[in-house]
Each structure stands twice: as C-alpha cells, then as structure tokens.
C-alpha cells in the first residue's frame, strides 16, 4: 500500500508540472514573424494572422481599416461567399480591427484536405482586389447602423467623448469604426488602396497553434503568403498625448436613469519594465473585481455604484489607466469625489504586505488559464509577436510579476498615474 502512495504520488507530481508547464514558441525557420505552439491535446489547428495596420493607420478618413476588413465578408470565390466556404468545412472565421493592429484568426480540424483548403482560401483573400459598389454600399449602411447604436449607448458614448478630448490630435483620437460623415465618403478605390497598403508579406504577420510541427507550419506559411507582394516599409509617426493640462471635465447629457463614468490618465507602455509593477497594483486598486479597494469604499460601504473598475490600457505608442462606473444619477458627484480620494491615496503608498501579495497569486492565477485552450494561446501568442516580446514571455512574465514589492508598486505609481492630467466623462442626467 506504500509504494502505491509513492507511485500516486509521483505521477500527481508529473501530472502537475506538465499541466502548468508553460507552452514551447518555436520561430518556425527561425523567422520571428512567423511563431508556433504545438499543441497536440486536439486535432485542430487555431491560425492567426497579425495585420499591421488598425484605425491608427486609417489616415484623413476614420473607419477606412474597419471597413475594408468587413469587406472581406463580400468576397467571392467561384460564385460563393468566403464566409460561407469556411463554414462548409466546420472552420470560425473571424476579423477583427484594433487600434493598432488587426487580426484574421481561422480554427479548422486538421487534416491535409483541410489544411490546403484553408491556405488556398486565405492566399485568395490577401490576393484578392475587388469590391462591389453595391457591396460596398450595403457594408456602409451597415456600419453607420452600428455608429448609430454606439452613440445611443451611454457606456460607448462615453468611451467615444473621453478619447476625443484625451486623444485630441492623434492618430488615436477618433472611433474604430469612424463616423457617418467619413464613412460615406469612402470609395471602393480608397478600400483596394488600402489592401494594397496591408495585405503585404511586411504587414503580415502568422501565428500557429495545434497539433502540427514546425516543418507543417512552414509549409502553412508558404501557402498562404504565396505570391502576396513584399510591400514597403511603414513609415512610423509617432504621436504623443497633446492632453496634458489640467484635470478636465466634461459632461455629455442624456435621458437616463444611470450616469456612466469614464476617467482616462495617463499612464505606461506595455513594453516599459514598470508595466507589472502598475498591473498589480490596479489588481489592488479596481482590477480584482469585488476584492478592489474603489470597489469595497463605493459599492460595499456606500452602496453608490452598480459596477466600478478600473484597468491598464496600452496601446503602440503610449498608456492609459481607465476607470469605468456606472451610477444613479444623484449620486454622481460623490461617487467620483470618492474615486479621486482613491487615486490620491495610492499615490501615498497605500499598499499593505498582504494586499500585494495576494494581489501577485490572483494575477499568475489568472494567467495560468490565459493559456489553457488553443484559442487563449492564440491570443496570446498575436500579442507576443505584435510586440516582439522574448520567446521566454511566459517565464518572464510570471518572474516579473512575482519580482513586485510595495515599494516599486508605489514608484510606479507615483510616477506614471498623474490624477491632475486626467479626463472626467460623465454621460447622464445630473
């Protein structure tokens, strides 16, 4: 009966280090734009591909990236709907457009049939020039319909007026899906400019994860990016917050029973060291949900919220650090008085042994089941090649996180979260 305990527990033992063993990225032939985890739990393969171009790139015309990855949604390949080929095979097809970047990201069952299926279909895509005028105009219609809904949204609509005026002047500044105005000028040739501009081997980058290796991955890459032209450098403008005075706010009314709240401060790059010593302590401060300190002081001890968060926001270029609430009316004023003591308070140092070690255990917590499905690898693995993190990021991340003390939390703290440069957006009626 001994040695059966001895055993059991040896293989618990192994059980454990391979389930929180962290994932192998391969550069597959060594090229750092084209990453692999293999995966081999399911035969299905999670592909992603990084577009290096979002609605920072839309130029004089907001909503142009937006609208020219929905028009992928119209393409046609021999009389039938791309969408609608994926989907006789059990393949997702999604897109989707950010501020910096965008993604196309396809999960198929592997199988060779499959795999030349899909890379073929992909290939077209990136090849592909051709947009409708009727196409085009449906897409139009549709987008201004979803402009519409976002300004109807008290929540949408507060994000939309805080990064106007915390933005102003940048790249960053305007909606990603634009407005009606400059949705209706755009022209089936600015949509094929544009794919000129993207859909080339510079601008794209592929991510893999599944049950395939890297001399498979290699052949994926090479289908895909077939014939797709090299494409120019991007020449990079950097933009700078032009916000930079003194607290500001602003009130947009509306009839409504709640009035939502949205502060944007400045606040880190995501590739600047002092990142994971702010992650922990906004975990402590609004990111750990009921356990949050702005949570227990509004919400638990007050009652003047119905929700009341706060989180990290990096882009390219620059950080923020958002606060996001929702609150009656009546009890606006206190509620972001409240908020603003917070803020002041961490600044000081507010932060006990206990808090942030807690705080450290519920974030690696919260990353060990980042990574758990082949679609959270994904997503992680098209942050990591976006920006050129090591290959060692996981190991890294967990170091850095458990390297946190209350002191390097109350530098950064007091060095980045600058409350007399934010933006107060109140979206209501009081």
């Known amino acids: 009966m001994k040695l059966y305990y001895i055993f059991f527990f040896l293989i618990l033992c192994v059980y454990q280090n391979e389930l929180f063993s962290y994932p192998k990225i391969t550069p597959i032939k060594s090229n750092p734009n084209y990453l692999l985890i293999t995966e081999d739990s399911l035969p299905i393969i999670d592909l992603g591909i990084n577009i290096d171009a979002g609605s920072t790139d839309d130029g004089e015309t907001p909503g142009l990236t937006n609208l020219t990855l929905e028009s992928l949604s119209k393409i046609k390949y021999e009389n039938e709907k791309i969408v609608d080929l994926f989907e ?3 393949a997702e097809f999604i897109y989707n457009v950010g501020k910096d970047f965008s ?25 592909n020039r051709e ?23 008290p929540g949408s609509l507060a994000r939309i007026k805080a990064n106007e005026k915390f933005f102003i002047g940048t790249k960053y500044q305007h909606p990603i899906i634009g407005y009606k105005e400059s949705i209706s000028l755009i022209a089936s040739s600015d949509i094929i400019d544009h794919l000129n501009k993207i859909f080339t081997r510079k601008s794209l980058a592929i991510n893999l ?12 890459v090479y289908k895909i990016l077939n014939n797709v032209s090299k494409g120019k450098d991007k020449i990079e403008k950097k933009s700078k917050i032009k916000f930079n005075g003194k607290m500001y706010s602003q009130k947009v009314l509306m009839a409504s029973k709640q009035t939502h709240i949205y502060i ?23 990111g750990s949900g009921f356990g949050s300190k702005i949570f227990n002081e509004i919400r638990q001890k007050r009652g003047l919220a119905y929700s009341v968060y706060s989180y990290l926001r990096p882009y390219q270029e620059f950080g923020v650090f958002i606060i ?7 009890n606006a004023k206190e509620a972001i008085g409240i908020l603003k003591n917070e803020i002041r308070k961490i600044k000081k140092g507010f932060f006990t042994e206990d808090e942030v070690k807690n705080a450290k255990e519920g974030i690696l917590g919260d990353f060990y089941i980042r990574y758990d499905t082949n679609r959270k690898m994904l997503g992680l693995l098209t942050q990591i090649n976006f920006l050129n993190f090591d290959l060692n990021y996981f190991e890294k991340y967990e170091n850095e996180i458990k390297g946190v003390t209350e002191k390097s939390i109350y530098d950064a703290v007091k060095k980045y979260i600058r409350l007399e440069k934010s933006i107060v957006t109140t979206v209501g009626n009081f």
């Open 88 to 90: 006789n095979i059990g």
């Open 103 to 127: 993604t196309i990201n396809i999960r198929f069952i592997n199988n060779d049939k499959n795999i030349d299926y899909v890379t073929n279909l992909i290939n077209f895509i990136l090849l």
């Open 131 to 153: 947009v409708s005028k009727e196409d085009l105009e449906f897409l139009k219609e549709k987008i201004k319909n979803r402009i519409n809904s976002q300004f109807l949204n």
């Open 209 to 220: 994860v599944g049950n395939i290796n890297e001399n498979e991955g290699a052949r994926i």
């Open 264 to 286: 944007i401060i400045p606040a880190i790059r995501r590739l600047e060291k002092d990142y994971y010593s702010l992650l922990v302590g906004n975990y402590i401060f609004g």
């Open 324 to 330: 996001n609430m929702q609150t009656k009316n009546e």
